[in-house]
């Protein structure tokens, strides 16, 4: 989607938003003053969303790098024959299921309840960061491995003719460059990651997607809750985008020279 | 484990069903791609217009919430409608509700797909079939059809797999796919983690069944002479 953000198109899409807004108000008798009405939660719902989605970015970020240059080297073959497993596993099964496993599965075992950990996986909050960063370092690590992999064959020998060790020619030349390459796609991965953090809301949390099916629940309505929050994901992703064009600007800038 | 070995049949009649899920829903996502794509490559506006606000708005909107505004919008409008009609109240049931939101959701994506595909079959095939004088509609399905396909099956490819996995969302809703059975059967019988790793399992097994089938039609879809 091309979109140029300038100030008329936002208060077009806006003006069509609150003639649709009227329409169906009028036409089918939905309740817009329940949701004007319980603005400040679904301010806390939102902060909950962005949180969620930038700590599990941010800690599958770190978890990628490191697997995804143990699968482009290949050099320990075990070793990267199980992180393959492990990509493959996360990427291979529903979010909603592993979230399940961790919360409900992991949650529910008699020794986890004794142990020290449990503490944490009592709270849903660091039981969906877990899944959520485990599931993102896995499609972000398989994005970087597919970076690393095409090219930088010539960055790698031009720093190892300079005299750089293995590990500073991995960490400051082959992995900034491949991190330029990977951008777009990040840029995807970015705004799938804000998708799957409504799944918290099916287990009581309560961020846009929990709001909404607490708004519809408690006023006892079908539409006026999920419609809001789909405008607010709307609204999320296109930030996201925005967000993404400027990495790729400042991260591409020297190209265009 | 003997628990999971009494639970075994229904638990794989509840996987077959969710793979038929799975299956119509990419038959219906498949029609509305096509029918968007064609909005989006035609020359009139209003195609173009309507196929951009379809994806748009769909690929903005998380497939939880959309499943939920679909699975339970859908009823309560077809009630409001056969109220209005005179006729009897007709429910829909949990399973075509979900293809139809999986379904809706995922035209969406393919028609991206679609579109990407149509545009890289070279524009030189497409007027040497015209200089052949063929009619436009065996010029779509004699030649512009082969080539679309093999441009368009790895994305396709990509998408039932996503496709596949956001059919666990339906179970959630209370349809006894694998997912919500896993579920209460799990908390049922005390043992969540077992029965969630067993539906872990199973949609790997998918994944993998799923991978293996497009690869076959890659193969079979590949340019000919470049077989490997």
Redesign the interface.
């Given at each position: 989607?091309k979109v140029q953000l300038t100030r008329s198109w936002f208060f077009n899409r806006v003006f069509q938003l609150v003639i649709l807004g009227l329409f169906a108000k009028f036409l089918?008798g939905l309740k817009w003053h329940l949701i004007f009405q319980e603005m400040p939660s679904l301010a806390e719902a939102v902060w909950l969303t962005i949180q969620l989605t930038i700590i599990s970015l941010a800690i599958g970020f770190i978890i990628a790098w490191p697997l995804a240059l143990l699968r482009a080297k290949r050099k320990k073959e075990w070793l990267a024959k199980i992180a393959d497993a492990y990509v493959?596993?996360f990427?291979?099964?529903?979010?909603?299921?592993?979230i399940?496993?961790i919360y409900?599965?992991?949650g529910?075992?008699q020794w986890m309840q004794e142990s020290f950990l449990w503490p944490i996986f009592r709270d849903p909050y660091w039981c969906v960061i877990i899944g959520f960063s485990l599931n993102s370092a896995a499609y972000a690590c398989e994005i970087f491995r597919g970076a690393l992999m095409n090219g930088g064959a010539g960055e790698r020998e031009a720093a190892q003719s300079l005299g750089l060790s293995e590990f500073k020619t991995d960490w400051l030349v082959w992995v900034p460059a491949s991190w330029r390459r990977a951008l777009p796609q990040y840029g995807n991965e970015m705004i799938f990651m804000m998708?799957?953090?409504?799944?918290a809301?099916?287990i009581t949390m309560t961020e846009v997607?929990g709001w909404?099916?607490d708004i519809n629940g408690k006023f006892y309505v079908?539409?006026e809750g999920?419609?809001a929050?789909?405008i607010v994901?709307?609204v999320l992703?296109?930030t996201i985008i925005q967000i993404s064009k400027l990495m790729e600007k400042h991260y591409l800038s020297y190209m265009k020279r | 484990m003997n628990i999971v070995l009494e639970y075994l049949p229904i638990l794989l009649k509840a996987s077959l069903l969710t793979v038929s899920l799975a299956v119509c829903s990419l038959f219906l996502a498949t029609l509305l791609g096509a029918l968007g794509a064609k909005g989006k490559l035609s020359k009139e506006k209003y195609g173009r217009e309507y196929a951009?606000a379809y994806?748009?708005?769909i690929?903005?909107?998380?497939?939880?919430?959309?499943i939920?505004?679909i699975y339970?919008?859908f009823q309560?409008m077809l009630n409001?409608v056969t109220e209005g009609l005179g006729l009897g109240i007709y429910s829909i049931s949990p399973f075509w509700a979900g293809v139809l939101a999986i379904g809706f959701i995922y035209g969406a994506y393919l028609t991206e797909t679609f579109r990407g595909a149509y545009n890289s079959v070279p524009q030189g095939q497409k007027e040497a079939a015209m200089s052949l004088g063929l009619s436009s509609y065996r010029r779509f399905i004699k030649v512009v059809l082969p080539q679309l396909i093999r441009h368009a099956l790895p994305g396709y490819g990509n998408v039932f797999?996503v496709l596949i996995?956001?059919?666990?969302?339906v179970g959630?809703l209370g349809l006894n796919d694998l997912?919500g059975l896993a579920?209460d059967a799990?908390?049922s019988v005390?043992m969540?983690?077992?029965f969630?790793?067993f539906?872990?399992f199973m949609?790997?097994i998918f994944?993998?069944f799923a991978s293996w089938v497009f690869r076959l039609l890659e193969r079979r879809y590949a340019e000919k002479g470049h077989r490997s």
């Open positions: 989607m089918f493959a596993v990427r291979g099964t529903p979010l909603l299921v592993q399940f496993l409900f599965g992991l529910g075992q998708h799957s953090t409504a799944i809301g099916l997607f909404a099916k079908t539409y999920l419609i929050a789909s994901y709307i992703t296109t | 951009n994806t748009a708005i690929r903005g909107i998380p497939d939880l919430v959309l939920l505004l339970f919008g309560k409001v797999q996995k956001s059919t666990a969302v959630v997912v579920k799990g908390q005390r969540p983690f077992t969630n790793a539906t872990l949609y790997l994944y993998f």
